[in-house]
T-cell receptor
Framework: SQQGEEDPQALSIQEGENATMNCSYK?????LQWYRQNSGRGLVHLIL?????REKHSGRLRVTLDTSKKSSSLLITASRAADTASYFC????????????FGTGTRLQVTL | GAVVSQHPSWVICKSGTSVKIECRSL??????MFWYRQFPKQSLMLMAT?????????EQGVEKDKFLINHASLTLSTLTVTSAHPEDSSFYIC???????????FGSGTRLTVV
């Protein structure tokens, strides 16, 4: 399956700053999800945005979706050192929200 | 709710041996489970989809005789890496979806090192 591309591949910011990660994908989708992965660990679901939604918020997270450009962005506001992790977008074109195609990921480093 | 346990969390084995990884849904019945592998600093690649009581569906390029998947019950799926070689060393992650549930829940992953 074709993976999506994420940029940047790596991002280093200071605590308190905002972090923006972008994801582009190739096929039409039913929904797009963002996950977080700490080094060597499993994935934690962050947020799901459906294809008919344009923006979604959850706490310090803001996700946008532009289906015409086949792209999404994840914004983490007021970052904390504990936000240091890899972030992946994942698309679902089956409508089940379960068979996912993952992007290449962004490694975020938040320093004090 | 929606907890998926994966075991072992890490394993080291010798070349030529087989390794079994378990993925259990602890508080729901998982009608479908997915197995992914992840190389260092790379993304997750779907290997196969398993439905309870039926044969797994493998993604293109994944050897079904090498990566045996069994989903014999609604709470357990296993992935067996047969005749493991060093190139099979990777991080394997499962996810599970229950009947009527929306998104999946991921296990914590298994780090396999073949020496």
């Amino acid at each position: 399956s074709q993976q999506g591309e994420e940029d940047p591949q790596a991002l280093s910011i200071q605590e308190g700053e905002n972090a923006t990660m972008n994801c582009s994908y190739k096929t039409s989708i039913n929904n797009l999800q963002w996950y977080r992965q700490n080094s060597g660990r499993g994935l934690v679901h962050l947020i799901l945005i459906r294809s008919n939604e344009r923006e979604k918020h959850s706490g310090r997270l803001r996700v946008t979706l532009d289906t015409s450009k086949k792209s999404s962005s994840l914004l983490i506001t007021a970052s904390r050192a504990a936000d240091t992790a890899s972030y992946f977008c994942a698309t679902d074109n089956t409508g089940t929200a379960s068979k996912l195609t993952f992007g290449t990921g962004t490694r975020l480093q938040v320093t004090l | 709710g929606a907890v998926v346990s994966q075991h072992p969390s890490w394993v080291i084995c010798k070349s030529g041996t087989s390794v079994k990884i378990e993925c259990r849904s602890l508080d729901f019945q998982a009608t479908t489970m997915f197995w992914y592998r992840q190389f260092p600093k790379q993304s997750l690649m779907l290997m196969a989809t398993s439905n309870e009581g039926s044969k797994a569906t493998y993604e293109q390029g994944v050897e079904k005789d090498k990566f045996l998947i069994n989903h014999a019950s609604l709470t357990l799926s296993t992935l067996t890496v047969t005749s493991a070689h060093p190139e099979d060393s990777s991080f394997y992650i499962c996810s599970a979806r229950g009947q009527g549930r929306g998104r999946v829940t991921f296990g914590s992953g298994t780090r396999l090192t073949v020496v």
